[in-house]
């Protein structure tokens, strides 16, 4: 079996935590891989960590665990879940976080009975998401650890919408580059623009632009450009400059595509 674990968190690289949930498992699987998906998640945000894991999972091999700690203590309306998807295994609170990385319903979803309150909340990644995967890793049976479930929790306002116009869709993801990327895919926008005439609209439509290039190098530097990316949503970004900055684009500013008739 693959002993691959990966770790999503938002705990930046200064603290003590990634080390102590690595040694937890290192010390009952000592053949682990482990790998670093991103610890520089925004505090919390659990779209952000869903959007990042979701770009990549489709690259790791069957059996890989991974391990997502943003927004992960449970209250009474959320459980922690373990889910099998795609042959790969996900622990973690049920947030809505697992509902951007699963396209469909995963082949088995197990709530884990917990209170909460306990006193393993305290430093739950530890505590019970690393226990959880050396059970995992050691050849256990999900199944074995709690409740089945028919699915993850899912929130429909993820998705781009259609409208009289064309599309309606949000930024989900800024870069380090400052780059802004959308929920819109290329199938999305195929399905809805197609070879039609079309204008993006931006950050309240102070913005707009008529082009999807292919490169980043089509347009002048410091210009409006608006590519379909490696992972196929619709990226606005600034040539040489920051989208973030200079369109003033954040996490949840809407865009709008209209078919110009």
């Not at 040694?23 to 952000?48: G, M, R, Y």
């Not at 697992?98 to 979803?109: A, H, N």
């Not at 989900?172 to 197609?194: L, M, P, Q, T, W």
Request: aromatic share 8%; proline share 2%.
């Amino acid at each position: 079996m693959t002993k691959i674990v990966t770790l999503t968190t938002d705990w930046t690289n200064s603290d003590y935590y990634i080390g102590a949930v690595k040694a937890s498992i290192l010390s009952a699987v000592p053949e682990t891989v482990f790998v670093d998906i991103s610890h520089n998640i925004e505090h919390f945000n659990w779209q952000q960590a869903g959007f990042v894991l979701g770009s990549i999972v489709d690259n790791f091999p069957d059996g890989t665990i991974h391990i997502i700690g943003v927004d992960s203590e449970p209250d009474d309306n959320t459980k922690i879940i373990v889910a099998q998807y795609h042959r790969q295994y996900f622990i973690c609170t049920d947030n809505g976080t697992l509902g951007i990385i699963f396209k469909s319903t995963p082949e088995c979803t197990i709530a884990f009975d917990m209170e909460s309150g306990s006193e393993d909340c305290v430093f739950m990644e530890k505590n019970v998401f690393a226990e959880i995967a050396k059970f995992i890793l050691q050849g256990n049976d999900i199944t074995l650890i709690g409740e089945k479930i028919e699915d993850v929790t899912r929130f429909t306002d993820a998705e781009p919408m259609t409208s009289a116009r064309g599309l309606l869709g949000t930024i989900v993801y800024i870069d380090s580059y400052g780059n802004a990327i959308s929920n819109i895919s290329r199938e999305k926008f195929d399905s809805i623009i197609g070879e039609n005439k079309f204008e993006i609209l931006l950050n309240t439509h102070s913005h707009k632009v008529n082009k999807i290039c292919t490169t980043y190098k089509e347009v002048e530097i410091a210009e409006i450009v608006c590519i379909f990316n490696s992972i196929g949503l619709l990226e606005i970004a600034i040539r040489s400059g920051s989208a973030k900055n200079l369109l003033g684009l954040r996490h949840d500013s809407q865009i709008r595509i209209d078919i110009i008739k």
